[in-house]
């Protein structure tokens, strides 16, 4: 073989052998981390906390139905007359404080309670009757009075007294009216006890409430109960109630509350003959409870001389002007 035949003879050798044997496969190369994928994985959320809505307060008791006239006009048609005597008056002659006249299971100034305070508590065992606690945006003040039973800043007030009614015709009225008038929401209002106290059985033109946005309201209900009952005013209430209403000549006359006349109680003084002096005269009158401690029982008392008729339905044994405290 020449030289020229053995050069063609390895070329075409190692041209095989380059193409006969594959080259190794390249190892597959780590995939590429970027920091972020190299932190741990981070925590589930947490889920987002439940947000519980604070207790809605209860809402507010209706405002007192008006009435499309105003109290001015109304004012015109009461009649105007001397006061009466006070001779034979007495808390007791209006029937037991506090009646259940409308019938519902809660004596009347549970009821008022429930209706002029927020944030009430009620006396458990008590059939959602006795308020032990609660709140009162006072009328007569403007500010808020605290209510806790046994140690009350709150009195239910007659906005019409009824020493005041007995001089202006209730003196001739028969019981069922006078029980009536007694415990008429309309003739009705938790306020502040200092406030009431100072009251007494003052009449328009003798007191008005120290808060004197309320005056017009207050004039409203008075005008409102006495017409009500047919009561009649003095010209010194007429001249009272007229300036006030010039301040606020649209004000409507403030009406509604129970009936006129109650049946199914029996008169505490038709018998005992002990309501006239207003004095103690010994237990036993109550017409509910036989003894103090069967009224507080219930939620009743303390009750004062000079302030609740129940006062003489009980012997003041201590001469310190309070039975069943």
């Given at each position: ?20 044997t594959p080259t190794p496969a390249s ?299």
């Amino acid at each position: 073989m020449s030289r020229g035949q053995l050069g063609v003879a390895l070329g075409v050798a190692a041209l095989l052998v380059g193409c006969g044997t594959p080259t190794p496969a390249s190892a597959p190369q780590p995939p590429i981390t970027t920091a972020s994928e190299q932190l741990p994985p981070s925590s589930p959320a947490s889920p987002t906390p439940e947000v519980v809505a604070p207790p809605q307060s209860a809402a507010p008791a209706p405002a007192p139905p008006v009435s499309s006239t105003s109290a001015l006009s109304v004012l015109g048609t009461l009649r105007v007359a001397g006061r009466g005597p006070k001779t034979g008056y007495a808390r007791a002659e209006f029937g037991q404080a506090w009646a259940d006249v409308d019938r519902n299971g809660c004596d009347t100034r549970n009821d008022i309670l429930q209706r002029d305070l927020t944030s009430i508590v009620v006396r458990s065992g008590s059939s959602g009757c006795v308020v032990s606690s609660g709140r009162l945006a006072d009328p007569y003040t403007g500010t808020t009075v605290i209510f806790v039973r046994g140690a009350s800043k709150v009195d239910i007030d007659h906005v019409v007294a009824l020493s005041n009614a007995w001089q202006s015709g209730a003196a001739r009225w028969t019981f069922n009216k006078r029980i009536a008038i007694a415990n008429d929401p309309l003739n009705l209002l938790a306020v502040d006890s200092s406030q009431n106290r100072q009251k007494g059985d003052g009449d328009a033109a003798t007191w008005l409430p120290n808060n004197r946005g309320f005056w017009c309201q207050y004039a409203a209900r008075q005008i409102g109960v006495k017409a009500k009952y047919g009561l009649s005013i003095t010209s010194a209430e007429l001249d009272a109630l007229t300036q006030v209403l010039q301040r606020c000549p649209s004000q409507k006359v403030i009406t509604g509350g129970g009936p006129t006349s109650v049946s199914g109680f029996s008169d505490p003084t038709a018998n005992s003959g002990s309501s006239a002096s207003g004095t103690s005269s010994g237990a036993g009158l109550d017409p509910r409870f036989g003894t103090c401690s069967a009224a507080k029982a219930a939620g009743f008392g303390p009750y004062y001389r000079g302030r609740d008729g129940e006062y003489s339905w009980y012997r003041d044994r201590d001469s310190d002007g309070a039975v069943c405290e």
